[in-house]
T-cell receptor, first 111, second 114 residues
Framework: KQEVTQIPAALSVPEGENLVLNCSFT??????LQWFRQDPGKGLTSLLL?????REQTSGRLNASLDKSSGRSTLYIAASQPGDSATYLC??????????FGAGTTVTVRA | DGGITQSPKYLFRKEGQNVTLSCEQN?????MYWYRQDPGQGLRLIYY???????QKGDIAEGYSVSREKKESFPLTVTSAQKNPTAFYLC?????????????FGPGTRLTVL
């Protein structure tokens, strides 16, 4: 069974600092990995999707890397802003229709 | 404006009642999903549907039921057999298999048992 872990559970940084969010998974036989953002009481917004054949994906200030062999992905957010405060979730697809989710990292960016 | 809508936003259920959560998408996606989110936990899959008139159980299907009569709609019924239904429920869809395709989520329904 695929297990996805996100550490730390919470993170607080001053505005302007770069954010580094970690995601690890136990079974390296994945098809893709997706990063999501969730604001309090809201649904999930997809940020980046990395296919298993890719090493990284970039979108604006966001960059996600994938090391399938070691079971790790990292989401980098450059020059953090208070508007980046949210919970960030990673999810992996190991086949069929199922995504396995981590519990998330809650980020607070202090102005 | 394409997307996924869920209704209601908040739902209150009395003990012993069945309630139905609505999920509609206009993205022309084949696959739809229902997840449950509890505080401090990752999302858990309840049911998913690959095509109309077909659906499969996820990890925590007990006490829930679904139907897929139209491509756009995938309602979830929380039955009285679900012992701890208070949670945040999220509906999602994807163009095809989640193996390769991005999942998109609705805004969620918060269900509270009174």
């Amino acid at each position: 069974k695929q297990e996805v872990t996100q550490i730390p559970a919470a993170l607080s940084v001053p505005e302007g600092e770069n954010l580094v969010l970690n995601c690890s998974f136990t079974d390296s036989a994945i098809y893709n990995l997706q990063w999501f953002r969730q604001d309090p009481g809201k649904g999930l917004t997809s940020l980046l999707l990395i296919q298993s054949s890719q090493r990284e994906q970039t979108s604006g200030r966001l960059n996600a890397s994938l090391d399938k062999s070691s079971g790790r992905s990292t989401l980098y957010i450059a020059a953090s802003q208070p508007g980046d405060s949210a919970t960030y979730l990673c999810a992996v697809s190991s086949g069929d229709y199922k995504l396995s989710f981590g519990a998330g990292t809650t980020v607070t960016v202090r102005a | 404006d394409g997307g996924i809508t869920q209704s209601p936003k908040y739902l209150f259920r009395k003990e012993g009642q069945n309630v139905t959560l609505s999920c509609e998408q206009n993205l022309n996606h084949d696959a739809m999903y229902w997840y449950r989110q509890d505080p401090g936990q990752g999302l858990r899959l309840i049911y998913y549907s690959q095509i109309v008139n077909d659906f499969q159980k996820g990890d925590i299907a007990e006490g829930y039921s679904v139907s897929r009569e139209k491509k756009e709609s995938f309602p979830l019924t929380v039955t009285s057999a679900q012992k701890n239904p208070t949670a945040f429920y999220l509906c999602a869809s994807s163009q095809g298999r989640a193996t390769f395709n991005e999942q998109f989520f609705g805004p969620g329904t918060r269900l509270t048992v009174l």
